[in-house]
């Protein structure tokens, strides 16, 4: 036979689990950084790479490629000011420079990779240099 039990909507086990930890800090808070979060996709000519950087003008993002590494970095600007009168209660998000480096196995050729910006996402597509052949030296 089933247990019954008795409901209460003030009881312990709802109300208070709704503001469990509303006012504690979280391990968030510590002034880091926010992580870029990427996906790396790879084809025979490319890869194609999506990071999350949301919140950000896409004036304010640079991505930097050096041989086989890419730098991605952002500066997360507060848009929003608590009025006169107004008291903060807790605030989560992050504002500052966001910053990733990722290095990837072949050599990208700069000049022909492309970047977009939309809703938050960053797509790059980055183009693999073509593998150097070897040449025969002649001996003299």
Known sequence: MAHLQIYSPFG???LNEV???FFEPSRNERNSPAPVRIDVAESDKDYIVHAEIPG???DEINVAIEGNQVTISADV???WQPKDGEQVLRTERYFGNVYRSFTLPVELDEA???AR???GVLELRLIKK???TGRKL???
């Open 19 to 21: 503001f469990r930890g």
């Open 138 to 140: 002649t001996i003299q």
């Open 56 to 58: 950000v003008k896409k």
């Open 77 to 79: 600007k507060r848009e």
């Open 130 to 132: 073509p593998a150097a």
């Open 112 to 114: 022909a990779s492309e």
């Open 12 to 14: 312990e086990s709802t």
């Open 117 to 119: 910006y939309e809703n």
